[in-house]
């Protein structure tokens, strides 16, 4: 996709070299402002006789959708 948007990959371009040196305490501040793990939901699909034993340790609430 990048390659569609940008052109191929040329040694010199830096993109990866950017992305790379990111550090946590870059993104701290912004993760911090907008991600609010106690408004997060994750959804998980699959059998649930097959999976609840694993996610049980994970379970916030008594909440469940069958």
Do not use: F, W
Request: hydrophobic share 30%.
């Amino acid at each position: 996709m990048d390659e569609r948007l940008r052109g191929p990959y040329h040694p010199r371009d830096r993109r990866l070299q950017k992305v790379n040196a990111v550090k946590p305490a870059d993104v701290q501040p912004m993760t911090a402002q907008y991600i609010k793990p106690d408004q997060m939901t994750i959804e998980v699909v699959g059998d649930k006789s097959m999976i609840s034993e694993q996610l049980a340790p994970c379970a916030a609430t008594g909440d469940s959708n069958n």
